[in-house]
């Protein structure tokens, strides 16, 4: 019993070594230590989701990128592609374009989502991104928070895709191309499609933010990124 008792007092003593915040302060690369490394991977992930996020928010932040630009989903983009080759696909053309406005008007919203996304990032996890290729953090970002932030990110696109005009839009475009009767059921498609799209641009520049930072010293502009990307 005793020595059960005795075990059991050094593994909880274990426990609360492990947990305290001394840990944090162990050296991890010089004089970096891993709450350095958390909070430079926080600040350099903020500072990406916002320079991207405003990057994307510009007119024609989407739709003039082709690395970006968000197509018209499933049969939309069928009908679009068969009436380019007839001269036909203004509407179409005009819808897809709304789209992008609207995501474009959702990145204001995204800038603060994924600011409070990168807040969760732990320290253990922070360790491995600094290890990491160039663009390990937004690939914890993306596979950590990708689905919560298409939920949260899907009611202000449907607002944005609604003050747009691009419901109008495909309402009209259908009716000349006989699809009427598919309105509700695109409509839900082109909202899910459509955050989804704008999501992946904004990890697509976050990427690119992040190796940026990693690689130009003019780009950690706080004390703690030039410590740890240093």
């Not at 909070?39 to 991207?52: E, F, K, P, S, V």
């Not at 007839?86 to 509407?91: A, D, L």
């Not at 994924?114 to 491995?128: H, M, S």
Request: proline share 5%; with cysteine; aromatic share 6%.
């Amino acid at each position: 019993m005793q020595n059960h008792f005795a075990r059991r007092v050094l593994l909880g003593s274990l426990a609360a070594i492990v947990a305290s915040p001394a840990l944090a302060q162990r050296p991890l690369l010089d004089s970096l230590t891993q709450a350095d490394a958390g909070r430079g991977i926080r600040d350099a992930l903020g500072l990406a989701a916002m320079n991207a996020t405003t990057r994307l928010g510009q007119p024609n932040g989407f739709w003039n990128d082709g690395r970006v630009r968000i197509p018209l989903p499933g049969v939309l983009g069928q009908s679009q592609r068969t009436l380019a080759g007839f001269g036909m696909s203004r509407p179409l053309d005009e819808l897809q374009e709304s789209l992008n406005r609207a995501a474009e008007r959702t990145m204001p919203e995204a800038g603060g989502l994924f600011v409070n996304a990168v807040r969760t990032i732990t320290i253990a996890d922070a360790i491995d991104i600094v290890r990491g290729p160039q663009d390990s953090a937004t690939r914890y970002l993306r596979g950590r928070t990708e689905t919560r932030l298409t939920s949260l990110l899907r009611p202000p696109m449907t607002e944005a895709l609604t003050a747009s005009g691009a419901f109008t839009l495909m309402r009209s475009a259908l009716r000349e191309v006989g699809l009427a009767s598919m309105t509700r059921e695109l409509r839900t498609e082109v909202i899910n499609f459509s955050t989804t799209k704008a999501l992946e641009g904004c990890f697509f520049f976050i990427a690119e933010e992040e190796r940026a930072i990693r690689r130009d010293p003019g780009r950690r502009t706080t004390d703690i990124l030039r410590r740890v990307f240093g």
